[in-house]
């Protein structure tokens, strides 16, 4: 499974083994992940998030934008899964 599966959130699994001091000890954690990695992004112009997966598209009609899936450089999630390559994702948890 990819580094981005909500069934390796630690939180989540304390909260569902009943202890909630840890759920919520990790849930602060992860907040607090996520605040550092927003603040070195603003910090650090050219490190911005880049979906993996999906490239941003502006419709030609109507300049709606919206994210498409295996369009150009990016990559395709089944072939990752099948070679279980998920290095290149981020530690999220």
């Known amino acids: 499974m990819p580094r981005s599966d909500s069934r390796f959130r630690t939180d989540q699994r304390a909260l569902e083994e009943g202890n909630f001091e840890l759920a919520a000890a990790e849930k602060h954690r992860l907040e607090?992940?996520?605040?550092a990695a927003r603040k070195f992004r603003a910090e650090n112009p050219g490190n911005?998030?880049?979906?993996?997966?999906?490239k941003k598209i502006v419709d030609p009609d109507s300049k709606e934008s919206y994210y498409a899936y295996?369009?150009?450089?990016c990559r395709d999630y089944w072939?990752?899964?099948?070679?279980?390559?998920?290095?290149?994702m981020?530690?999220?948890y």
Not at 48 to 54: E, L, S
């Open 79 to 88: 072939v990752d899964r099948k070679n279980q390559d998920f290095a290149h």
């Open 70 to 73: 295996g369009i150009d450089d």
């Open 32 to 35: 607090e992940k996520q605040r």
């Open 90 to 92: 981020e530690d999220l």
């Open 48 to 54: 911005d998030f880049k979906p993996k997966y999906f």
